[in-house]
């Protein structure tokens, strides 16, 4: 879907990009062609798309052999699709309060996440797509520093944790502010995550939060409610400090304490 297509959708339907929703939509072929690809899509999966806007990917999407699922909160964006799209199921919800949407049957997620609210639809994908493997996401290039960042780092925190344990994270490509209608100050990425077999489940990562909870406060301060026994015996068997926070911790630290603890 080109620039001149999403124009014309634009004002033959009377759609203007809502900045509430963060609309930027994608209007790429190239891009469009290279998130496809990432996704590994394969006859008969079940795909879920979340926030698809005014269909640049569900256009492509619709001719394939797939189960497709859109997840659009704007009305305006639900009419259009479904008058467009009318074989494909769109889901009318803010996909964050969405649930029984089937969750544990999608292959494939592909979402074009709008800043604000980046981290909780990851979370919440990394949580119920228990058995997806395959996730792309579109972000914005400076929030690649809080997904692929190191530990003692500022940026680092449970999103940086999870998505490292989540399973190997390849960013497929860079896409510039001219690939989108309207067109943002910002550059963005794609990323895509092949997923582990040992992903996290859903309490280990409620427990990475929990870890987290407070950053200034060390990890037993964090965790208070644990078996305290534990918790010391393992500090003091991986770190010379029991005044250790969370921030100090690698990824597979955390899997292996919430193992230590259980």
């Known amino acids: 879907m080109n620039r001149e297509k999403v124009l014309q959708i634009i004002k033959e339907n009377n759609i203007l990009p809502e900045?509430?929703?963060?609309?930027?939509?994608?209007?790429?072929?190239?891009?469009?062609?290279?998130?496809?690809?990432a996704a590994g899509i394969k006859p008969g999966d079940t795909v879920l798309e979340?926030?698809?806007?005014?269909?640049?990917?569900?256009?492509?999407?619709?001719?394939?052999?797939i189960d497709l699922k859109c997840v659009e909160i704007d009305k305006r964006l639900v009419s259009y699709l479904r008058s467009t799209y009318p074989?494909?199921?769109?889901?009318?919800?803010?996909?964050?309060?969405?649930?029984?949407?089937?969750?544990?049957?999608?292959?494939?997620?592909?979402?074009n996440l709008p800043y604000y609210i980046m981290t909780d639809i990851m979370m919440k994908v990394f949580?119920?797509?228990?058995?997806?493997?395959?996730?792309?996401?579109?972000?914005?290039?400076?929030?690649?520093?809080?997904?692929?960042?190191?530990s003692s780092t500022k940026s680092y925190g449970p999103l940086a944790v999870v998505s490292e344990l989540y399973g190997a994270i390849q960013v497929v490509s860079k896409v510039p502010g001219t690939s989108f209608v309207p067109q943002p100050r910002t550059t963005s990425a794609v990323i895509s995550f092949r997923c582990s077999d040992n992903?996290?489940?859903?309490?280990l990562i409620a427990f990475i939060k929990k870890c987290f909870m407070q950053r200034r406060k060390t990890l037993a301060n964090n965790l208070k409610g644990c078996d305290k026994e534990k918790l010391d015996n393992w500090v003091k068997e991986n770190f010379i400090t029991e005044s250790i926070r969370a921030e100090a911790l690698?990824?597979?630290?955390?899997?292996?304490?919430y193992n230590a603890l259980k």
């Open 50 to 65: 979340i926030g698809p806007g005014i269909g640049a990917l569900t256009e492509k999407l619709s001719g394939m052999d």
């Open 87 to 111: 074989d494909i199921e769109i889901i009318d919800s803010d996909f964050l309060k969405l649930k029984d949407y089937g969750a544990e049957k999608v292959d494939v997620v592909i979402s």
């Open 127 to 150: 949580e119920e797509a228990v058995n997806a493997r395959t996730i792309v996401f579109m972000v914005e290039e400076a929030a690649l520093d809080r997904i692929l960042c190191e």
């Open 199 to 203: 992903r996290p489940d859903k309490e």
């Open 19 to 37: 900045a509430g929703f963060g609309q930027n939509f994608l209007c790429d072929d190239q891009i469009i062609e290279g998130i496809i690809e």
């Open 250 to 257: 690698e990824p597979c630290d955390f899997r292996a304490l």
